[in-house]
């Protein structure tokens, strides 16, 4: 099984759960026969520098209505 971790970050909210950032999360898919395991850490502001060395991915979450949430992630 291969792992991949991923990273939100969204400044205003949770996108997963609408509570406050700072959830971890992991999921077993199937991918072409495959088996991947994506943990998922839900961060509500810039992630502490030892945790980023090791992310596989990053995905900055923001709102289409709410152009503070995009200008803080922009910034």
């Known amino acids: 099984m291969q792992r ?3 990273l ?3 400044p205003l909210h949770s996108p997963l ?3 406050p ?3 971890r999360y992991k ?3 199937n991918v072409d026969g495959q088996s ?3 943990l998922i850490r839900d961060e509500g502001g810039p992630p502490d520098a030892q945790f980023s060395a090791w ?3 990053v995905i900055f979450v923001f709102s289409l ?3 503070q949430s995009f200008q803080a992630v922009y910034n």
Do not use: Q, R, Y
């Open 17 to 19: 759960t609408d509570s």
């Open 55 to 57: 992310a596989d991915a």
């Open 36 to 38: 991947h395991l994506l």
């Open 27 to 29: 999921k077993e898919v």
């Open 4 to 6: 991949l971790l991923l």
């Open 8 to 10: 939100l970050l969204c």
């Open 21 to 23: 950032p700072g959830g």
């Open 65 to 67: 209505e709410n152009e």
